[in-house]
């Protein structure tokens, strides 16, 4: 679908509005679309909290789509990035129209007089060309998840089969198919979405990064317990072998390119390691002349986790490179690992920035220090790949 000239015009102009009011059109979108449960628990609640990330993600990607709507080729990361993320919640062609009317809606609420017909007609005709964009990504996932070996379409049922005790605040859970049959070997940095049911609570969606090796047999996801987390506090105490939990296709577009062209550099902050250790172990298997540089930053020893199997995988393998940091070591960590944090500065210094792939994964100001680090340093943004727990707002706004 083409956009016609007087839409372009018709919503580049709109950009100033969009700067001041964005994130109100936003919040308002939700608070129509949530009106109704069904909808609402497509989301993941989470994210739409007191911290609002969600909002604010998406106020920056319609700033964004405003900005380029004559040049949609540069968004096509993001594009990507949204679809995969739909294709993890089952996100449907019959959802979007309730997504335009909260949108078109909010627009009218917030901007008011300003949103005149041809204002409202512009975008609504800006958002059916984009959401047909991703409609025809989306079909192209569900077509291909569910044609691959161990694939599938919608929630189906996994048994917890062991929970292992990484550190003092993560725990790892191994999940194998209730049906007995094979699944979908994930790509190194995709993700589970779960659908879960808690006692007291509406439908909750979660994503945890699948952090074991590819294989046709079955999953492992590594969680941390977050001190308010509703969804890992409950995994963490009643996650026990028999638990039965519903997932959809592994899904994501932080993943390890199949021939890694480049050196690699896997960045990660305490529990974000579990997307990159899948590609750690795929680069080990596959790769293992490739320069390799394992970093990672954990508060201190009683609270990392993996080291063992990473100290394995490094024995075994000349061309990498691991290096720890612990931020508050204890007296037994001295020794054991670099004092203090992961600094641009100390990648400057130790990693190949002029040649290497960074793949980074941890808590917001992990990644803000480290993602914008990399940029000022002259890398460019084709060679830094990030997943993020939640909407990476913030990020992407840099």
């Known amino acids: 679908m083409s956009l016609s000239p007087t839409t372009i015009v018709t919503v580049k102009a709109t950009v100033p509005a969009l700067e001041q009011q964005g994130l109100a059109i936003t919040r308002r979108m939700y608070e129509r679309m949530f009106r109704d449960p069904a909808i609402r628990d497509l989301f993941n609640q989470s994210h739409h909290g007191e911290t609002g990330s969600q909002p604010r993600a998406l106020a920056a990607a319609v700033l964004a789509y405003a900005k380029h709507i004559d040049d949609l080729g540069v968004l096509g990361a993001a594009v990507e990035r949204i679809a995969q993320k739909h294709a993890g919640l089952l996100i449907r062609p019959e959802h979007y129209p309730h997504v335009a009317k909260a949108l078109l809606g909010a627009i009218g609420d917030v901007l008011g007089e300003a949103a005149t017909p041809d204002i409202l007609a512009a975008w609504g005709e800006a958002y059916w060309a984009l959401a047909d964009i991703l409609i025809g990504r989306e079909a192209q996932i569900y077509r291909a998840t569910e044609a691959a070996p161990g694939g599938w379409q919608g929630w189906r049922r996994f048994v917890v089969t062991e929970r292992v005790r990484e550190s003092t605040v993560i725990a790892s859970f191994h999940l194998r198919p209730e049906d007995g049959g094979p699944v979908l070997r994930h790509r190194p940095g995709q993700y589970l979405t779960f659908r879960l049911r808690l006692p007291g609570h509406t439908v909750l969606k979660r994503n945890y990064?699948?952090?074991?090796?590819?294989?046709?047999?079955?999953?492992?996801?590594?969680?941390?317990?977050?001190?308010?987390?509703t969804v890992s506090g409950w995994l963490h105490d009643e996650a026990v072998p028999g638990l039965v939990l519903e997932a959809a296709a592994p899904a994501g577009a932080f993943v390890l390119p199949d021939q890694p062209a480049r050196p690699v550099v896997l960045l990660s902050g305490g529990v974000g390691l579990t997307p990159l250790l899948p590609m750690l172990e795929a680069i080990a298997a596959w790769h293992p002349g490739l320069e390799t540089h394992w970093v990672h930053a954990a508060r201190d020893g009683a609270a990392q986790a993996f080291d063992a199997r990473v100290?394995?995988?490094?024995?075994?393998?000349?061309?990498?490179?691991?290096?720890?940091?612990?931020?508050?070591?204890?007296?037994?960590?001295?020794?054991?690992?670099?004092?203090g944090r992961i600094t641009p500065d100390w990648l400057r210094a130790n990693t190949p920035l002029d040649r290497a792939d960074y793949f980074l994964c941890g808590p917001k100001p992990f990644l803000r220090a480290l993602v914008g680090g990399l940029a000022a340093a002259g890398v460019p943004a084709t060679r830094i790949h990030y997943e993020f727990f939640g909407p990476a707002d913030e990020l992407l706004a840099a």
């Not at 590819?214 to 001190?227: L, Q, S, W």
């Not at 100290?311 to 020794?335: Q, S």
């Open 311 to 339: 100290r394995e995988i490094a024995a075994g393998m000349p061309a990498l490179r691991r290096t720890v940091f612990h931020e508050a070591p204890r007296p037994e960590d001295l020794g054991r690992a670099a004092p």
């Open 209 to 229: 990064s699948i952090s074991s090796a590819p294989d046709a047999a079955g999953y492992r996801i590594t969680v941390k317990r977050e001190p308010q987390g």
